[in-house]
């Protein structure tokens, strides 16, 4: 399991738990917006807006082509109201330019980053959104150790995974 599958594996928008509260649009000025994000898969992620976005729904890790990818540095966000997408190349390459540290001894893991994205191409509530995020991930787990060390194959499980994915940041509606 190489440490950029690892971290990649939580996509960047993913969300806490589904809720019974009635869904609040945008604020039509937009404003300052906080973002929780929980995995469900190395792919699909459930995903919350509070702030001047009150919504709900999933993200979709893709590359830039659209393509699913659970390496893709865009997430495709569908809440209750509309969607857009967050271009989270910025965090991307600050995640493959950080040191994960790694525990030889009992391979414990930990990946700490926090780098930009960019919203954009929005639908229904969320047409002409803009803005940017500061997204900040912690992964951490447990390497399967072998008599030649920790197993950081792309294959290898990972144990005790933990995940922390949150933003925060400023959203604008431009009247397109």
Known sequence: MKVHKFAMAVPVAASLLGTCA????????????????????????????????GDYG????????????????????TLKQGGFLINATALTKKIDSTKSR???????????????????????????IAGKILISVTFA????????????SNNAPTYGLYQSITATGTVRFVTP
């Open 102 to 128: 790694i525990n030889e001894t009992n391979c414990s893991i930990a990946v700490t980053a926090t780098g930009s994205g960019t919203l954009g191409e929005g639908t229904g509530a969320y047409t002409g």
């Open 22 to 53: 009635p869904v609040a649009s945008a604020s039509p000025k937009g404003g300052k917006v906080r973002v929780f994000v929980t995995n469900q898969t190395e792919t699909k992620a459930k995903i919350l807006f509070t702030g001047a976005i």
């Open 141 to 152: 787990g447990i390497a399967p150790k072998t008599a030649k060390g920790c197993d950081l």
């Open 58 to 77: 999933k993200a979709i890790s893709q590359d830039a082509n659209g393509k699913v990818d659970p390496n893709g540095s865009f997430e495709r966000v």
